[in-house]
């Protein structure tokens, strides 16, 4: 049952993190951003633990926020080795997020992001996208909704968009939009007292559907 993460239910999971070292400085969000070139989920999952412990102490809504997006991106990494991790990760990810997602500063990228991390859970579970699914449209529309010049928000409606079988909703033209109008957004401005990371993440995803893979079949 640890495995499950309906959308309902993820607050009332419990995951307590480890304590961060004294001598170590948190990473910021464009340093957990970067973990992405390295490859390995272990150096996120050691700033999630770390991010989590000032979470779990502070309950403020930015340190929860980069806490989930630790997480976020250890799942992307433990996605295609360690299963079991990514799972993990993501209930946490969930965890963060859902109180936040009435934050009247944070909901639009809390949503974002939780969206996110549905799409990683369907990856891991099809299944999971008959209710998963229309609740990350849902998370994604009220977060472009609330922000429509954040980037964050841009990158995961297109991640959603080139995601999903164009049969459930997906649209590689429209998540293209999305991805430029994000990597737009984040090269336009540097980040004011929120989290600035995205700015690479739109301009790989956005390369990735200006250059999609050939057919199978096809030269």
């Known amino acids: 049952m640890r495995h499950r993460i309906p959308a309902l239910a993820l607050c009332l999971a419990s995951i307590v993190g480890g304590p961060a070292q004294a001598d170590e400085p948190l990473p910021d969000d464009r340093a957990v951003s970067a973990l992405f070139a390295g490859g390995d989920p272990a150096p996120a999952n050691r700033a999630a633990l770390a991010l989590g412990a000032v979470c779990d102490r502070t309950r403020a809504a930015a340190d929860c926020y980069r806490t989930a997006h ?3 991106v250890e799942a992307a990494l433990a996605l295609g080795g360690d299963r079991d991790a990514a799972i993990d990760a993501l209930v946490d990810c969930g965890v963060r997020l859902a109180p936040l997602a009435t934050d009247p500063a944070w909901g639009a990228e809390a949503k974002a ?6 799409g990683m859970t369907i990856a891991l579970n099809p299944m ?15 977060a472009l909704a609330a922000a429509p010049d954040n980037p964050r928000v841009h990158y995961f409606a297109a991640m959603r968009l080139a995601r999903t079988p164009p049969a459930w909703g997906g649209d590689p033209a429209k998540a293209l939009e999305h991805a430029r109008r994000a990597q737009a957004l ?17 301009a790989r995803l956005a ?4 250059n999609p893979p050939a057919p199978a079949g096809t030269k």
């Open 70 to 72: 630790a997480r976020y």
């Open 113 to 118: 992001l939780l969206s996110g991390c549905y």
């Open 128 to 142: 999971k996208g008959m209710t998963l699914g229309p609740e990350s449209a849902r998370l994604v529309a009220e």
């Open 186 to 202: 984040a090269e336009a401005a540097p980040a004011k007292g929120v989290p600035g990371w995205g700015a690479v993440e739109a």
């Open 207 to 210: 390369a990735e559907l200006e």
